[in-house]
């Protein structure tokens, strides 16, 4: 149902067989992930929390925040957000890329307009890097984790945005 937020709760915690994840791979199209390591040492997408940057339900146009409770092994992990207008045929649109500051538990986050389309969806991804950024929504890697969290959006018919609501990639450091 249509709200004001949407959190995973524990449903994420760990990767693959690697912690408790139930339902792994937790993708809405199959993104494999990374099956080697061991929990809570190695990287993980433990949690997603979306909120609305206001007190009123998430709706088309307005502002949301996705915040992302990751695992992270060291400063050659990268955190990838995406987001898709329509969650039964995404379409990734990356938001946001952001290097961890350290290994262990943080809390990253990216925002956006939510574009038109009243079922939509967030992906967060967590890779480890050696070289150049890999901007696919899909990246395949023994250490890799990619989950998805599907929202209901309030409709909003004066709200002529588009299917990608003009989101501007941003690449930071959590230093």
């Keep these: ?44 997408v433990d949690a997603i929390f979306i909120s609305s940057d206001s007190s009123e339900d998430m709706m088309e146009g307005s502002t949301v925040t996705v915040n992302a409770g990751v695992w992270c092994y060291s400063k050659k ?4 957000f995406f987001h ?3 969650a039964s045929n995404p379409d990734w649109k990356l938001m946001k890329r952001v290097q961890c500051g350290s290994g262990g538990s ?15 969806a967030v992906r967060v991804s967590i890779r480890y890097e050696l070289g150049d950024p890999n901007y696919d929504p899909c990246v395949s890697g023994n250490y890799n984790d ?13 709200f002529q945005g588009t299917s990608d609501a003009g989101v501007k990639v941003v690449e930071e450091s959590s230093n």
């Design 1 to 44: 149902s249509v709200g004001s937020s949407c959190d995973s709760k524990s449903l994420l915690d760990g990767r693959h067989n690697i912690g408790p994840e139930p339902n792994q791979p937790n993708t809405l199209d199959n993104c494999s992930d990374g099956k080697k390591g061991s929990y809570h040492s190695d990287e993980s």
């Design 77 to 80: 992990d990268f955190i990838y």
């Design 84 to 86: 898709a207008a329509d």
């Design 106 to 120: 943080q809390s990253l986050y990216a925002s956006y307009k939510l574009p038109k389309g009243t079922h939509q």
């Design 146 to 158: 990619t989950d998805d969290v599907a929202i209901q959006v309030k409709e909003d018919l004066s």
